[in-house]
């Protein structure tokens, strides 16, 4: 008996060291690290608030409208990221871009980043709701259906293109380093996100479900598909080790999308390691479908073989 009671006694510590292991990865995987955005001088945003489109949760962003403004891009950042540092940098010199064309600019801080209200991650299936509740600011300011766009880089592409499937009033979506499947993207990368053997993944994406009351394990090729008629533009490092580039392939295919995927090495590196071509075809391909200003500089047209 007292072989069999150790037994226990050893498979008990088990079970509990495995549950709490798990219960702290699902935790931290779903609380953000908040960074406080920072305005560099010069710079004349507005600090507006208003409410996620689903719920009071409070939102914070930066709003400069354009002179004589007609339409107006939403940009969104990823995980642990905040308003100005959408795309693992500063975007400013994008903003000052889209202003240059006409384009009124919106910096969202998603919940639990920044300086908006406390939730959990649920990486694209609640932060849907905050880009809404921006769209809604935009709609109150008077632009009208078709004239708003969205950019989203990492989570928030996904976070975009959920928004986009369920709001026609968008007018043209672009997507940055995004994944398609978090389920898959967990599958290759929980090692490497966590340090943990796989064994733990299942738990841990159990109970981060139960933390934050949604399915986190969600296919976005349903979404993507809403988004097949309008104006998409899909982009993406060939060397992503985060997230691979068959997620951007995916993606493009379900929304009809057009496809740049840049030679660039890190996740979202296409905008500091492809600068000048990101300034000159991001702004182009919203002016164009927005405004309808001007056409789309040929690396956007050709995107899909770069």
């Not at 139960?210 to 976005?220: K, Y």
């Not at 379900?254 to 590196?269: E, F, I, M, N, Q």
């Amino acid at each position: 008996m007292r072989g069999v009671e150790i037994a226990l006694a050893v498979v008990t510590a088990l079970v509990l060291i495995y549950g709490v292991t798990a219960l702290v990865v699902a935790h931290l995987f779903t609380r953000a690290e908040r960074r406080i955005p920072v305005q560099p001088l010069g710079q004349l945003f507005e600090r507006v608030a208003f409410p996620s489109r689903a719920g009071s949760l409070h939102l914070t962003a930066w709003y400069r409208p354009a002179h004589e403004a007609r339409g107006a891009v939403i940009l969104v950042h990823g995980r642990n990221a905040c308003r100005g540092d959408e795309l693992r940098g500063p975007t400013f010199p994008l903003a000052d871009a889209f202003l240059a064309s006409g384009l009124s600019v919106l910096m969202l801080d998603l919940r639990g980043h920044g300086e908006s209200g406390d939730a959990r991650i649920t990486f694209g299936r609640r932060e849907r709701h905050d880009v809404l509740g921006a769209v809604d600011f935009l709609l109150a300011r008077g632009y009208v259906a078709s004239s708003i766009g969205l950019l989203g880089g990492s989570m928030g592409g996904v976070s975009v293109v959920g928004a986009a499937a369920a709001e026609p009033a968008i007018g043209a979506i672009v997507t940055d380093s995004a994944f398609i499947d978090f389920g898959d993207l967990m599958r290759l990368r929980f090692r490497r996100f966590t340090r943990l053997p796989g064994i733990v993944r299942p738990a841990a994406m159990a109970l981060a479900n139960l933390l934050t009351g949604e399915r986190l394990a969600h296919h976005m090729a349903d979404d993507a598909s809403k988004l097949a008629g309008r104006p998409v533009l899909v982009i993406h490092a060939a060397e992503d080790p985060m997230v691979p580039v068959a997620h951007a392939e995916q993606l493009a295919a379900a929304s009809g999308a057009s496809l740049w995927v840049t030679p660039t090495r890190g996740h979202l590196s296409s905008f500091s390691g492809r600068s000048a071509e990101y300034l000159a075809t991001v702004p182009a391909f919203f002016a164009q479908h927005l405004l309808g200003l001007v056409s789309a500089p040929a690396s956007a047209r050709t995107a899909e073989s770069a």
